[in-house]
């Protein structure tokens, strides 16, 4: 009987966190249609820039979420067959000035020579299925360092987390046409989230998919196949690529300001490409859960017993 009331518990558990997830990713859906919906009427290159950052956003957040519910659900076969995962200690997570040193030409920096190449670039951090995007910086030569001046707070993250940063760069300068999608491919992008929650979830992730593969060079994760280009999508407003981007562990927390190498994703060639040092700085601190969260609470009972202590006597 206690086994199938356990059983019962840990099912009713497990329903109420997968309804909470397909809630989030339905929220994402709406959240980057809207976006998809505000860049086609974009009528300024900022207003878009913006718009196609959030859209970026919602699309790596559609496939966490999505990742975390297989992992979900694989938890609950393992549950089934008796395997269980033991409890781990969770903490705070801040991430918090952030710097990219830039190395410019020489000619380009002190003698102000050659065109001015001017990108728009934002960062995207990632822990687990919390995601989140900094402000959106616009770079060009008068600048020596890429600055984000956001704090990022993780929340329950694991001692084995994994923090990708990614740095995402999108060309200023080309020319922006607005409402290039016109009003059929605007349409097209209200009627391809179809009515139910299943066809909003297949077609949001069919696209979120196809922008990952776009801004990471093809690679969606490990065994992943890409969807086919969707021709709407491909179209839509400016594009932003990952530039460079790095992952940080546990080992990686310190108190103070620290250096970390940055694995680059584009050359020279690429009309987003910015003159990187190599180098990323950051500070990244942690705070163990058990320090701002009570373990247990509760009424604490005291037995008393008598007892006798006998002392020697030395004559």
């Given amino acids: 009987c206690s086994l199938n009331i356990t059983q019962f518990r840990f099912h009713t558990q497990s329903d109420t966190a997968d309804t909470e997830v397909l809630q989030q990713i339905e ?34 957040r559609i496939l966490a979420l999505l990742s975390q519910l297989q992992r979900m659900r694989k938890a609950q076969i393992l549950q089934r067959v008796g395997r269980r995962s033991a409890g781990v200690q969770r903490a705070f997570l801040a991430l918090s000035d952030l710097r990219i040193p830039l190395m410019w030409k020489d000619s380009e920096y002190f003698k102000n020579k050659g065109e001015l190449h001017r990108c728009a670039v934002f960062c995207l951090l990632q822990c687990g299925t919390e995601i989140y995007d900094t402000d959106l910086v616009m770079v060009d030569r008068t600048l020596t360092d890429i600055c984000f001046e956001d704090t990022v707070i993780f929340n329950e993250v694991g001692p084995g987390f994994q923090l990708r940063v990614e740095l995402y760069s999108s060309c200023a300068v080309v020319e922006f046409s607005p409402g290039a999608l016109g009003p059929r491919r605007v349409s097209l992008l209200g009627g391809s989230i ?55 562990t546990i080992e990686h927390v310190q108190e103070g300001f620290k250096t970390h190498d940055l694995l680059l994703s584009a050359t020279e060639d690429s009309p987003f ?9 950051c500070r990244l601190v942690a705070q163990p859960l058990c320090m701002v969260q009570p373990a247990m609470s509760g009424q604490l009972r005291v037995k008393v017993t008598r007892f006798l202590i006998y002392f020697p006597i030395l004559w």
Avoid at 27 to 51: N, P
């Fill in 273 to 281: 490409w910015l003159p990187l040092f190599g180098n990323m700085c």
């Fill in 194 to 248: 179809g009515c139910s929650s299943g066809k909003k979830i297949r077609a949001a992730f069919e696209s979120a998919a196809v922008c990952g593969s776009v801004s990471s060079g093809g690679n969606v994760g490990p065994g992943s196949v890409s969807p086919p280009l969707s021709p709407d999508l491909s179209t839509l407003g400016p594009k932003y690529n990952l530039l460079a981007h790095t992952t940080l």
């Fill in 27 to 60: 929220r994402e859906v709406r959240m980057r249609e809207g976006a998809s919906k505000l860049l086609a009427a974009c009528s300024q290159r900022e207003q878009a820039l913006e718009a196609s950052k959030s859209l970026q956003t919602c699309n790596a």
